[in-house]
């Protein structure tokens, strides 16, 4: 059984020796000249006012992003659903009306939560 995945233990060694490999030649050949204007933050060409730690910031963006990659990934599932849908049968079918049900349970607990609303 170990030698069936042997394959996936070496494509995993090389992937691991390459990034060790990798990241050791780039500290060796890199320049190490810092200095205060290089280590400033950087955000879109905009400098930056005030410290980062200091304010207050809103993650109404963050919840929409997390909530459009969850939603994403779940239709994500429909596709491969329809290409087989005719092998599936009704059982299929039945399956799948359950998962869209719940994405659409989550979807509405979302939307009544405000999750979805963008408040300036």
């Not at 400033?40 to 400098?47: A, I």
Request: aromatic content about 18%.
């Amino acid at each position: 059984m170990p030698i069936d995945f042997l394959p996936v233990f070496l494509m995993v060694a090389v992937v691991v020796a390459l990034s060790v490999f990798i990241l050791t030649l780039s500290r060796l050949i890199r320049p190490a000249n810092p200095y205060p204007e290089k280590n400033r933050p950087y955000e879109c060409g905009v400098d930056h006012v005030g410290e980062a730690s200091g304010g207050l910031f809103k993650v109404q963006y963050f919840v929409i992003a997390i909530l459009f990659v969850v939603f994403d990934v779940e239709t994500m599932f429909l596709f491969p659903w329809a290409v087989v849908l005719t092998d599936l049968g009704l059982f299929g079918y039945i399956e799948m009306f359950v998962f869209i049900m719940l994405l659409l349970v989550g979807f509405a607990y979302a939307w009544i939560k405000g999750a979805l609303e963008w408040v300036s």
